[in-house]
Antibody, heavy 116, light 107 residues
């Protein structure tokens, strides 16, 4: 069955760029009709949708983060990635990847801490 | 952005109780509304999609209803394993938005 797995840096310094990758297994990221999303959850708080990408490369970013977010896809590796620039402590969160539009499949999440 | 308002924010109930959570959208989202369950340290799990459809493998004690702006999520007979935080989420408009969550505890 479809599985998603996040990986990347768990500790990022303020003002630097957070980079995460979501590896997709058990299915192709190029399957039509699906979006591939990033969602985050600060410790003890609710869920915030960051944005998505389609296999074609088209993207949509949450306006609250748009100036700092880039989501890309690597079809050859069956994965998609998140970059968030100019991070601050407010970006400390568990970051999840998921397949949409109905978010039926999620990765297990990865904690990213922003600290010097 | 469409605002999703869940109530209550927390709820304490006994095993066997019927539990109801509501979610109100700030504008009409038709039936593009999903419900998720999140247990501590775990990723959210989809329970209900398109307002009233039970995801495969989810127990039938979970149900959802509503359309437009007002939605309801119900657990017909609360079980100990249902202790979790529940979120609604709309996907009618971009950006996708979640409710603030309802924390469910056992009395």
């Amino acid at each position: 069955q479809l599985q998603l797995q996040e990986s990347g840096s768990g500790l990022v310094k303020p003002s630097q760029t957070l980079s995460l990758t979501c590896a997709v297994s058990g299915g192709s990221i190029s399957s039509g009709g699906y979006s591939w999303s990033w969602i985050r959850q600060p410790p003890g708080k609710g869920l915030e949708w960051i944005g998505y990408i389609y296999h074609s490369g088209s993207t949509y970013y949450n306006p609250s983060l748009k100036s700092r977010v880039t989501i890309s896809v690597d079809r050859s590796k069956n994965q998609f990635s998140l970059k968030l620039s100019s991070v601050t402590a407010a970006d400390t969160a568990v970051y999840y990847c998921a397949r949409g539009p109905i978010l039926a499949t999620w990765g297990q999440g990865t904690l990213v801490t922003v600290s010097s | 952005d469409i605002q999703m308002t869940q109530s209550p924010s927390s709820l304490s109930a006994s095993v066997g109780d019927r539990v109801t959570i509501t979610c109100q959208a700030s504008q009409d989202i038709s039936n593009y509304l999903n419900w998720y369950q999140q247990k501590p340290g775990k990723a959210p799990k989809l329970l209900i999609y398109d307002a009233s459809n039970l995801e495969t493998g989810v127990p039938s004690r979970f149900s959802g209803s509503g359309s437009g702006t007002d939605f309801t999520f119900t657990i017909s007979s609360l079980q100990p394993e249902d202790i979790a935080t529940y979120y609604c989420q709309q996907y009618d408009n971009l950006p996708r938005t979640f409710g603030q969550g309802t924390r469910l505890e056992i009395k």
